[in-house]
């Protein structure tokens, strides 16, 4: 079966730091990319970042450039993201996604391009 859980998450103060893996199961994600994702409170769904399979390739949304950090350790099937500089608009519920191409390509952000989902983490900034 495959499944993705997200871990990690919680409530930091502004400026402060979060490191969320994503451990997948089920089937071998070193042939996946890998995508985060957010929703905030009344928000759509929006992508964070991407990494491609072999892990050479990153991309990153506008808003979290030079702050998040994507990495992924192919041995342990589990990818990482690092949160530096958090602020109060990162709060939302993230999300980790596996897509069958091993690549993220221009619009990494589709959801429609991912085919697995894991459950969320809550991720809360506030002083």
């Known amino acids: 079966q495959l499944q993705l859980v997200e871990s990690g998450g919680g409530l930091v103060q502004p400026g402060g730091s979060l490191r969320l893996s994503c451990a997948a199961s089920?089937?071998?994600?070193?042939?996946?990319?890998i995508g985060w994702f957010r929703q905030a409170p009344g928000k759509e769904r929006e992508g964070v970042s991407c990494?491609?399979?072999?892990?050479?390739?990153?991309n990153y949304a506008d808003s979290v450039k030079g702050r998040f950090t994507i990495s992924r350790d192919n041995a342990k099937n589990t990818v990482s993201l690092q949160m530096n500089s958090l602020k109060p608009e990162d709060t939302a519920v993230y999300y980790c996604?596996?897509?069958?191409?091993?690549?993220?390509?221009?619009?990494?952000?589709?959801?429609?391009?991912?085919?697995?989902w894991g459950q969320g983490t809550q991720v809360t900034v506030s002083s």
């Open positions: 996604a596996a897509r069958r191409t091993s690549y993220c390509g221009t619009y990494f952000s589709a959801e429609y391009q991912y085919d697995y």
């Open positions: 990494i491609s399979s072999s892990g050479s390739v990153t």
């Open positions: 089920g089937f071998t994600a070193d042939y996946y990319a």
